[in-house]
């Protein structure tokens, strides 16, 4: 019994085995591309309704619309980074004009636009950001300034 119990252990572990197959290698078909879009919320203690626009280092936009959560996303292909981001929109009839930074690094990551991204990009810039925003060839920030 003890032998027949044996047999069937090894006849499960080698079928196992076989049917895992082999290679080992990554098939550079089916490599995860790099992410090429900017998304997060738009919002001032609600969500902002209008729209996104995100421009290069180069001066080229591309915007998309915020949905009725705050939400965007606008693919960057095509605009080089570092991007300078605008919402341009409304909250209960007020009309916001909030901006944000973001760098390669953060593409496919969150990147909000609020009063609070507003102010630091002020602050980093060393200008009122839509001036910053507005500029035809603007210094790029440094990341440990966008920290501090």
């Not at 009725?68 to 007020?94: E, H, K, M, Q």
């Amino acid at each position: 019994m003890k032998s027949l119990f044996s047999l069937l252990t090894a006849l499960i572990l080698i079928s196992t085995l076989a049917a895992c197959g082999g290679g080992g290698g990554s098939d550079p078909q089916t490599a995860v591309a790099a992410p090429t879009t900017l998304s997060g919320t738009a919002a001032a203690g609600a969500p902002i309704i209008g729209q996104v626009t995100v421009k290069g280092s180069l001066g080229v936009t591309k915007t998309a619309l915020i949905e009725a959560n705050g939400n965007y996303s606008v693919d960057v292909t095509g605009l080089t980074a570092p991007y300078r981001l605008r919402a341009l929109g409304t909250i209960g009839g007020v009309q916001y004009q909030l901006h944000s930074y973001a760098e390669a690094a953060d593409l496919g990551n969150t990147v909000n636009i609020t009063p609070f991204t507003d102010l630091i990009v002020a602050n980093a810039a060393g200008q009122i950001a839509s001036a910053y925003f507005d500029a035809a060839a603007p210094t790029d920030i440094p990341p440990a300034d966008l920290v501090a």
